[in-house]
């Protein structure tokens, strides 16, 4: 079993492959993945004032993944694997832009 498993489905339907191997997550965990680190990357180097709009921007983002995974898993449509990257895109900004503001808050707050 690879550590990988505990972090997604790892589905091969779902998964991209590369020369023939699958990649070690799903397409939508791909996007999460790369845009989170991205991300994170790119708010060191360019430092963001967060406030309620960086907020309801990053609930905003999650809202196309979220969509895309709920009308997924209810059957009510197939999703493919350029639309769960996207997804996971979008998903991976908006997690990471949560996430840096509820750091902010208890680093500042209670610290």
Same mark, same amino acid.
């Given at each position: 079993?690879?550590?990988?498993?505990?972090?997604?489905?790892?589905?091969?339907?779902?998964?991209?492959?590369?020369?023939?191997?699958?990649?070690?997550?799903?397409?939508?965990?791909?996007?999460?993945?790369?845009?989170?680190?991205?991300?994170?990357?790119?708010?060191? @180097?360019?430092? =963001? !004032?967060?406030? &309620?709009?960086?907020?309801? +921007?990053?609930? *905003?983002?999650? #809202?196309?993944?979220?969509?895309?995974?709920?009308?997924?898993?209810?059957?009510?449509?197939?999703?493919?694997?350029? @639309?769960?990257? =996207? !997804?996971?895109? &979008?998903?991976?900004?908006? +997690?990471?832009? *949560?996430?840096? #503001?509820?750091?902010?808050?208890?680093?500042?707050?209670?610290?």
């Amino acid at each position: 079993m690879s550590v990988f498993d505990y972090i997604c489905h790892r589905r091969p339907e779902r998964s991209f492959f590369y020369k023939g191997k699958q990649f070690p997550v799903c397409a939508r965990c791909t996007g999460f993945y790369i845009s989170g680190i991205a991300t994170i990357i790119l708010i060191n @180097l360019f430092p =963001i !004032t967060y406030s &309620l709009t960086t907020l309801l +921007l990053g609930i *905003i983002l999650l #809202i196309p993944c979220a969509i895309d995974g709920f009308t997924q898993l209810f059957e009510m449509r197939e999703s493919n694997n350029t @639309l769960r990257f =996207i !997804t996971g895109i &979008l998903g991976g900004i908006g +997690l990471i832009f *949560i996430y840096e #503001i509820i750091i902010e808050f208890f680093v500042f707050n209670f610290l």
